[in-house]
């Protein structure tokens, strides 16, 4: 069993930055992709980034520029730190995380979300 637990949501003024976490724990023996989804009220959830555990990183056309996602391996953690936060970014961000489960799960590989984060830009 693989948990992720986020913070770091809330509201900020247009403009303004906010910096989400994701721990992943549990059964794990590795982790190859780390991302971030997002879902707007009424809208199906979307890519936000998604980076690989050597640092490889992609990200949606509407977040390049003003978004930055990272990772510590080491802790299996994985950040996304947003600027010029506009109306639009207003959603529930999930955190995705790809990867194989311990010995105690044979294994085999996860797929695991977080229970998501509010992030609300408005003034």
């Known amino acids: 069993q693989v948990q992720l637990v986020e913070s770091g949501g809330g509201l900020v003024q247009p403009g303004g930055s906010l910096r989400l976490s994701c721990a992943a724990s549990?059964?794990?023996?590795?982790?190859?992709?780390m991302g971030w989804y997002h879902q707007a009220p009424g809208k199906e959830r979307e890519l936000v980034a998604v980076?690989?555990?050597?640092?490889?990183?992609n990200y949606a056309d509407s977040v390049k520029g003003r978004f930055t996602i990272s990772r510590d391996n080491a802790r299996n953690t994985v950040y996304l730190q947003m600027s010029n936060l506009k109306p639009e970014d207003t959603a529930v961000y999930y955190c995705?995380?790809?990867?194989?489960?311990?010995?105690?799960?044979?294994?085999?590989?996860?797929?695991?979300w977080g229970q998501g984060t509010l992030v609300t830009v408005s003034s």
């Open positions: 995705h995380a790809e990867g194989r489960s311990d010995a105690r799960f044979g294994y085999n590989t996860f797929d695991a």
């Open positions: 549990g059964s794990i023996f590795n982790i190859n992709f």
């Open positions: 980076i690989t555990t050597g640092g490889s990183t």
